[in-house]
T-cell receptor, first 113, second 114 residues
Framework: ETGVTQSPTHLIKTRGQQVTLRCSSQ?????VSWYQQALGQGPQFIFQ???????GRGNFPPRFSGLQFPNYSSELNVNALELDDSALYLC????????????FGPGTRLTVL | DAKTTQPTSMDCAEGRAANLPCNHSTISGNEYVYWYRQIHSQGPQYIIHGLKNNETNEMASLIITEDRKSSTLILPHATLRDTAVYYCIVRIPNYGGSQGNLIFGKGTKLSVKP
């Protein structure tokens, strides 16, 4: 158990819809990173939030957006869902952006039909 | 793209040592080797990391070759609960944002058998 929680556990949406995924970071951690993991692949970095600001982004389109709140919890929003967005979405928290260790939550499984 | 090469899968008998190899021939001088694992239906879990000296913690040992082009993660007494996908990652520590993110390959699926 890492102390990082994510909700919901599973989600089913249809193409074109919008989705919001949530992450609560481990106590004392002010940085949250989001990853997308397609079936059979390793996780891919989406973006990182530090002190409520985006602090780096991977190769994902603008319809992937996020927020971080004053309590350091975070949301991942995806607009105009596509079939290829079906994946496990993982968040990871860390003490700061420049830290050795990220602690991952269990993930949210998103299925787009 | 991931900078590491790992075998797709490996088997290990319960109670024996599991030795997981990783090639990182293009590693630069300031990049460390990190290992994470992902048990089915869970998020990745940090195991260990090192620069050039061998490292050991309560979970595993990391052996890095002198030229730093390859490394081996050793689980000294594998149990059934060690069945997971193991990822070897090279990364410059103390970088945030997109530079400091973890770049995962496909990893090695380790199956520990009774």
């Amino acid at each position: 158990e890492t102390g990082v929680t994510q909700s919901p556990t599973h989600l089913i949406k249809t193409r074109g819809q919008q989705v919001t995924l949530r992450c609560s970071s481990q106590s004392g951690h002010n940085t949250v990173s989001w990853y997308q993991q397609a079936l059979g692949q390793g996780p891919q970095f989406i973006f990182q939030y530090y002190r409520e600001e985006e602090n780096g982004r991977g190769n994902f389109p603008p319809r992937f957006s996020g927020l971080q709140f004053p309590n350091y919890s975070s949301e991942l929003n995806v607009n105009a869902l596509e079939l290829d967005d079906s994946a496990l979405y993982l968040c990871a928290s860390s003490i700061g952006p420049r830290t050795d260790t990220q602690y991952f939550g269990p993930g949210t499984r998103l299925t787009v039909l | 793209d991931a900078k590491t090469t790992q075998p797709t899968s490996m088997d290990c008998a319960e109670g024996r040592a599991a030795n997981l190899p990783c090639n990182h021939s293009t590693i630069s001088g300031n990049e460390y080797v990190y290992w994470y694992r992902q048990i089915h239906s869970q998020g990745p879990q940090y195991i260990i990391h090192g620069l050039k000296n061998n490292e050991t913690n309560e979970m595993a040992s990391l052996i890095i070759t002198e030229d730093r082009k390859s490394s081996t993660l050793i689980l000294p007494h594998a149990t059934l609960r060690d069945t997971a996908v193991y990822y070897c990652i090279v990364r410059i520590p103390n970088y945030g944002g997109s530079q400091g993110n973890l770049i995962f390959g496909k990893g090695t699926k380790l199956s520990v058998k009774p």
